[in-house]
């Protein structure tokens, strides 16, 4: 960790190597030598065990060698990150990211956990906090709703669309189905484009329609305007299961 511990030799080979740039966000000023795997953990001050940070970068880097080097280094920001997978949050990529490497995913978040200098850290422990304190962790607004003063209300033309995406669903009409009915009418996606299945199974799997946010291990009771009865969505879990053999993410209906 410490720049000290390099040689001026070290130093310089280093940077000619990375081009005299950060080798994760390419800044060009502030550069300093870091220890992929640390010096107090037994990583040598060799060419091999340096990477070269900018100062910003060098303090978010995390101390777990094996999250520089597969994590850290490949994304230079969360934005980056959830960008490549093509999902809403820095879980949800971290998660594909465990898929891709095939290694387990709660380790790897135990890891973030007890790594305070990593950027992660922060985020996932603030994120976490603001579901225990206020119910959601921010995302993008779902189809049904729009975000207005601070809060969801129900959008009625969309909030219509989820529902008979329900009872399709419930009738025994497939994912693609659905996608085909709904293309065939002309009726666009949150986004303007056409309808695919990953987007409906999101809809089905989305227990913010009934009145939950979902964080990591939480389910926190929302303050928003529910469009599915918990009981219809419960239904829908359990076919879910059925048809596709997914765990189901049952709610409380106390």
Same mark, same amino acid.
């Given at each position: 960790?410490?720049?000290n ?5 070290i &130093? ?10 950060c ?6 000023k502030?550069l300093?030598c870091?220890?992929? !795997?640390s010096?107090?953990l037994?990583?040598? *001050? ?8 900018c100062h910003h970068?060098h303090?978010i880097?995390?101390?777990d060698?094996?999250? !520089? ?12 990150l959830?960008?490549?997978?093509h999902?809403r949050?820095?879980?949800?990529a971290?998660q594909?990211f ?16 007890n790594d305070?200098? *990593?950027?992660?850290?922060t985020?996932l ?6 579901v225990k ?8 607004i779902p ?7 601070g &809060? ?9 669309i ?6 399709w669903?419930?009738e ?17 996606s949150k986004?303007?484009?056409m309808?695919?299945? &990953?987007?409906?199974?999101s809809?089905?799997?989305n227990?913010?329609y009934c ?8 389910l ?5 305007e529910k469009?599915?009865?918990?009981v219809?969505y ?9 048809r596709?053999?997914m765990q189901?993410?049952? !709610?409380?209906?106390?």
């Amino acid at each position: 960790m410490r720049e000290n511990d390099f040689s001026s030799i070290i &130093k310089e080979q280093s940077l000619k190597r990375a081009q005299f740039r950060c080798e994760r966000c390419w800044a060009e000023k502030d550069l300093e030598c870091h220890h992929i !795997l640390s010096h107090e953990l037994g990583g040598q *001050s060799t060419i091999d065990n340096c990477v070269v940070l900018c100062h910003h970068c060098h303090g978010i880097a995390p101390q777990d060698s094996f999250l !520089l080097k597969n994590l850290f280094l490949r994304f230079s920001s969360s934005k980056e990150l959830i960008n490549f997978y093509h999902v809403r949050t820095e879980q949800e990529a971290i998660q594909l990211f465990c898929t891709e490497l095939r290694i387990d995913f709660q380790k790897t978040l135990d890891k973030i956990r007890n790594d305070p200098c *990593s950027h992660l850290y922060t985020i996932l422990n603030g994120m976490e906090e603001r579901v225990k304190q206020k119910g959601h962790a921010g995302f993008n607004i779902p189809y049904g709703y729009i975000y207005e003063k601070g &809060k969801l209300d129900v959008y009625p033309d969309e909030a219509q669309i989820v529902k008979e995406i329900f009872q399709w669903y419930l009738e025994g009409k497939s994912l693609g189905d659905i996608c085909e009915i709904l293309n065939n009418a002309h009726i666009r996606s949150k986004k303007g484009g056409m309808w695919a299945k &990953k987007c409906i199974s999101s809809i089905l799997k989305n227990p913010l329609y009934c009145g939950y946010h979902r964080w990591m291990n939480y389910l926190v009771r929302a303050d928003h305007e529910k469009i599915i009865n918990p009981v219809m969505y419960n239904q829908v879990q359990k076919m879910l299961m059925l048809r596709n053999g997914m765990q189901p993410l049952i !709610l409380p209906l106390h």
